[in-house]
């Protein structure tokens, strides 16, 4: 029955809904989805028919890490829901975690629209926002609250960043203090936190995507008592092997549990793009550096940290791909986008059946069969 359901859902998107969403411009079709979404929320048969569609559960699916039971390994990634106003929806979805924000010490506008293109062909868009958000004094409480609310089923995490204006990018100094501020209002009310030092396009760009600098910032941020809320660092992916990884060596000498790798592209080579449009990419052109370094950290690292691995997660195989290369979460943002909400309920049918093939328990046997 579930199956059926979700077949309509299914076609009820790619047929209905993304044919009208993607004739109008990107902006506008996020401004809409973000309002429905809301609105969707706010309305109980609506969720319970989502529920139902979205139903899929397994003990093969429950996985540990950073020390919480999630009810299954796919959450939603950063930035597509900045001011916490899709909660109930992303719940009725059957994220086992969704990750709010990217917030900011204060509220920020953004850049200059557009902020979104679509490149079909790639299966991903560009992103330009700039951490557009109502800042941590409003969103800390918001997302405190859907922490309260679904954080025994949906564990909710915040992500916070430095405030895009110039006075969090004048020097080191101030844009520690902003970090500083956002984690001090946050700390110890979500299920966990995700530290966001790589978005490209912002007010100096990212000052703590430096080892130097991200050592400072980190030795100030262990200062202050989460309440045993475990940590991951959202990592950049435009670096060497050998610059991610003294990234994480500078990170493995801190409070910091989880890495999740990794953040939008930047490189552009082999991309046809007019040089007019600005942003970085996101979805499928992310997917192969993504698992390339989840691998590499998985080998290097061991059991240090736990990895959250997003980057062009569109289907089950794509998650699969990333928990075998060492991901023990695995997220998404332009794969709700691209396939709609029932892709959720999609990846974990595809994984119990993957895990079943391959002859494993569960998930957590799974992480890094393939490194
Ligand atoms: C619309 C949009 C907004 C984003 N905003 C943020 C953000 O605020 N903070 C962040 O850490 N990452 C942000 N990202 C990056 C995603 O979290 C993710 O790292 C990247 O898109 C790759 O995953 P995907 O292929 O599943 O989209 C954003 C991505 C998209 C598509």
Redesign the pocket.
């Known amino acids: 029955m579930h199956r059926i359901f979700r077949f309509f859902t299914r076609n009820a998107f790619m047929r209905g809904v993304k044919p009208i969403m993607f004739r109008s411009k990107p902006d506008a079709a ?1 401004d809409t989805m973000l309002k429905f979404g809301n609105a969707a929320g706010k309305v109980p048969f609506l969720l319970a028919l989502l529920r139902f569609a979205c139903k899929v559960e397994s003990d093969a699916l429950k996985v540990n890490a950073m020390g919480i039971e999630y009810k299954n390994p796919i959450g939603l ?4 829901d ?1 001011n916490a106003v899709l909660a109930a929806c992303l719940h009725s979805c059957g994220f086992g975690h969704a990750t709010f ?2 917030i900011t010490g204060r509220k920020s506008v953004g850049n200059p629209r557009p902020w ?1 293109h679509r490149l079909l062909k790639y299966y991903a ?1 560009v ?1 330009h ?1 700039g ?1 557009a958000n109502e800042g941590v004094d409003i969103n800390g409480d918001k997302i405190a609250s859907e922490a309260e609310k679904f954080g025994e089923d949906m564990k909710v995490a915040a ?1 916070i ?1 430095r405030t895009n204006d110039k006075e969090a990018s004048s020097s080191i100094d101030d844009a520690i203090a902003d970090y500083v501020y956002s984690m001090r209002k946050i700390a110890g009310r979500t299920q966990f936190i ?1 530290l ?1 030092i ?2 490209p396009n912002t007010y100096n760009g990212e000052p703590f995507a430096n080892p130097e600098n991200l050592d400072l910032l980190l030795a100030e941020l262990d200062k202050i008592d989460r309440k045993n809320v475990p940590m991951t660092v ?1 990592m950049p992916s435009d670096k060497t092997w050998e610059e991610f990884r003294e990234l994480l060596n500078v990170i493995a000498r801190h409070d910091i549990q989880a890495v999740t790798i ?3 592209r930047k490189d552009r080579t082999g991309i046809e793009i007019s040089d007019e449009i600005e942003g970085n990419f ?2 499928a052109l ?1 997917y192969a550096k993504s698992n390339d370094f989840i691998r590499r950290t998985y080998n290097e690292f061991g059991d240090r940290f736990v990895i959250i691995g ?4 569109m289907t089950a195989e794509h998650a699969y791909a990333k928990i075998r290369a060492g991901a023990t979460l695995v ?5 709700l986008m691209f396939k709609g909400p029932q892709v959720v309920a999609d990846i974990k049918f595809g994984l119990i059946k993957l895990l079943e093939r391959d002859g494993f328990a569960n998930i957590e046997e799974a992480v890094g069969a393939d490194a």
């Open positions: 996020h990634g950063a930035g597509l900045k924000g990217s979104f868009l992103v926002v951490l992500s960043a995700e966001n790589s978005c959202k990794a953040n939008l996101s979805g992310t997003l980057g062009g997660v997220e998404l943002v332009s794969g």
